[in-house]
């Protein structure tokens, strides 16, 4: 069956860095676009990032435009989400998704 399991997230203070990973199983990780959302307390789950089979294309929401960078690696089966300049208002559980499903998700926290 179709699994995605994120890694990578946890305490930072604001304008540090982390990179999230989504290892993928159970389906043709290369056929597929990926993508990243985020849920913070209280809000909507908020698409953040995309990424084509290929890596072709990006695209990403405002919020995060020239800090966070999406991309994948096809032959571990695995998409990233490197993330600059974190801000409080990033705090949230990040999710991956692929193929229609959702990983469990990955806390993030920026705080100082």
């Known amino acids: 069956q179709v699994q995605l399991v994120e ?6 203070q604001p304008g540090g860095s982390l990179r ?3 290892a993928a199983s159970g389906f ?3 056929s597929y676009p990926m993508s990243w959302y985020r849920q913070a307390p209280g809000k909507e ?3 953040v990032a995309s ?3 290929t890596g072709g294309w990006t695209n990403y929401a ?7 960078t999406i991309s994948r ?6 998409v990233y989400l490197q993330m600059n300049s974190l801000k409080p208002e990033d705090t949230a559980v990040y999710y991956c998704r692929g193929r229609l499903n959702w990983g469990q998700g990955t806390q993030v ?3 100082s």
């Open 7 to 12: 890694s990578g997230g946890g305490l930072v």
């Open 20 to 22: 999230l990973s989504c």
């Open 28 to 30: 043709t990780f290369s």
């Open 45 to 47: 789950r908020e698409l």
């Open 51 to 53: 990424i084509g089979s």
């Open 62 to 68: 405002d919020s995060v435009k020239g800090r966070f």
């Open 73 to 78: 690696d096809n032959a571990k089966n695995t």
């Open 109 to 111: 926290t920026v705080s």
